[in-house]
């Protein structure tokens, strides 16, 4: 499809769920694309890590593809760049810290030189084609966090990103009511915002409320302390130095995507007075209460740090009576590997706190108060919502209606909306879906591959083999070998019945390979169904002798 004399939105990623975010914008026969990012698998997808988004529909529509623009760091954000960028053969634009993640990405993948990566300004602006960007500043849970000001010949978008109201910010400065009213006294056209708290109805809080909260939990510590917050949120690990630092403890870092942020942000101008970090060893010297760990892997990761010190496999060791104190939300899906390590550390005697205790954590999205207070602001004729569940989409369509905003549209991935000219409307509907990242290998995520290794994690698996002679009789017994099917001290007898069930089918009818072949799987299977209630995947080679 190419965009005529109109105004199009297109989200790929992102709409319909929080994660993954990639949203496209069409206008005078060209696109831009906006974020890049990818989300995590759950047990659905055994064996993978990340899901990328599909972009088929781009991909088929590359020559007329300006550019990916980037709101800021997280990997919702940015996270599928260095599979995905390089095929799409177009340049990249953010501010330095974000291109600084990205850069290092790019270079992991060693893709670097294949990827023109463009740093503007903070508060700088690059037109491309018909839209010009402005970079905006937002608060936000990592620095440079910002809203896209984009002007094109059918009016202003104003493209939220990830943001919050925040009075006590400690890194960055955020766009004042001022500067954002400023906007909207331009004339926009629409307001593209994030749902993901719109249920919330209280404001997210500042990070300068959580550095009172950590600083009282740190305070009150006798022993050793561990605080594990997301590595991107830089701005937390400026509040732990300076909580550090007033209740005299080191530092010491555990988490190698925590040095790298750190690494990235001052070389951005971060962390400028950020406390030296002592090492490992040096701090399992220390006196117990002279040390704070940060640490990542508060989700429960389980090649994270923290999971490595709840289960003794690092060499940072916690005993009882020391704390580890949670300071990040526990994100819906991720409560089962989360227990998994809090009841690791209580078996310890490890005291624990979490957001649910002290004022530890604050949001980085904004409640209903500040999607009020945005659109006061910015007074769109259009609102959008993005970057939610449909529930929480839907939701926030109904409070910009009942705030005055005159049209709201609820859209999902895939979904075409013409903003302009005239009433804004879903006018089509084109590709978008998942993939996975499965190893080195980039698949659908529905595709045969998946569906196959869902099919043996939920049954199990056996494999026969047939040894037949050029006329197709038997030589021999079939030999039979099985993975993950449940008849444990009984498996030797099930194997021979199994065996006897193959050796009849291969008599029972026509000589042909793939009929003989077809009545052995489904002997089989009827006999593991006899015996488990399964229906397992079976594999059949037959051997001509």
């Not at 590595?231 to 995507?257: D, H, K, M, W, Y």
């Not at 060499?315 to 990040?328: A, N, R, T, W």
């Amino acid at each position: 499809m190419t965009p005529k004399d109109e105004l199009l939105f297109l989200a790929l990623g992102g709409s319909g769920e929080i994660g993954m975010n990639v949203n496209l914008y069409g206008c005078q026969g060209k696109w831009v694309m906006v974020d890049l990012g990818l989300t995590f698998a759950d047990p659905n997808y055994p064996g993978v890590d990340l899901i990328l988004p599909d972009l088929t529909f781009i991909e088929d529509n590359r020559d007329d593809l300006l550019g990916i623009v980037l709101t800021h760091g997280h990997e919702d954000h940015i996270g599928a760049i260095p599979y995905l960028a390089a095929d799409l053969g177009v340049p990249l634009y953010a501010t330095p810290f974000t291109a600084g993640l990205i850069r290092m990405k790019l270079e992991e993948e060693g893709i670097k030189n294949q990827v023109k990566l463009h740093v503007i300004e903070n508060g700088g602006s690059v037109q491309l084609g018909p839209f010009g960007f402005r970079y905006m500043p937002l608060a936000h849970s990592i620095p440079e966090g910002n809203a896209l000001v984009i002007d094109t010949p059918h009016g202003t978008i104003f493209h939220t990103g990830d943001w919050k109201l925040d009075d006590r910010p400690l890194l960055g400065v955020p766009s004042t009511p001022e500067q954002l009213t400023a906007v909207g006294d331009e004339g926009v056209l629409a307001l593209v915002c994030d749902s993901t708290n719109v249920f919330n109805p209280e404001a997210s809080g500042s990070e300068g409320d959580v550095r009172t909260g950590l600083l009282e939990v740190v305070r009150s510590a006798k022993k050793r302390v561990l605080v594990t917050t997301f590595a991107s949120n830089a701005a937390r690990v400026q509040t732990l130095g300076e909580v550090a630092r007033e209740t005299g403890r080191a530092i010491c870092v555990a988490g190698r995507s925590l040095d790298r942020i750190i690494g990235n942000a001052k070389s951005a101008g971060y962390l400028r007075d950020f406390p030296e970090m002592v090492d490992w060893e040096t701090a399992m010297g220390m006196p117990r209460n002279k040390v704070m760990i940060i640490a990542t892997g508060g989700q429960g990761e389980a090649r994270a740090a923290l999971a490595r010190v709840a289960f003794d496999s690092h060499p940072i060791k916690l005993d009882e009576g020391d704390m580890v104190v949670f300071s990040s939300k526990q994100i819906p899906g991720n409560e089962i590997a989360i227990g998994r390590i809090q009841n690791a550390l209580a078996t310890k005697g490890i005291v624990m706190v979490t957001d649910r205790q002290a004022e530890v954590h604050v949001s980085g999205h904004p409640g209903r108060p500040e999607l009020q207070a945005m659109y006061k602001w910015i007074r769109p004729q259009i609102l959008l919502p993005v970057h939610g569940e449909m529930r929480h989409m839907a939701e926030q369509a109904r409070l910009g209606l009942s705030e005055g905003i005159p049209h709201a549209v609820v859209q999902g991935n895939g979904d075409i909306v013409r903003l302009a000219p005239g009433a804004p409307k879903i006018i089509g509907r084109e590709t978008a879906g998942r993939l996975v990242l499965d190893g080195d290998v980039i698949l659908p995520a529905d595709g045969t591959t998946m569906n196959e290794r869902r099919k043996i994690a939920l049954h199990g698996q056996i494999s026969v083999a047939v040894a037949v002679d050029r006329s197709g009789r038997l030589i021999g017994e079939p030999a039979v070998r099985l993975q993950g099917v449940p008849v444990e001290e009984d498996k030797d007898a099930f194997i021979s019945e199994a065996a006897d069930e193959a050796a009849k089918a291969v008599t029972k009818g026509g000589k042909e390979e793939d009929a003989v072949r077809e009545r052995v799987r489904l002997a089989v299977r009827r006999a593991a169904t006899r015996w488990t209630g399964k229906k397992p995947v079976v594999d059949v080679l037959i051997v001509a002798a």
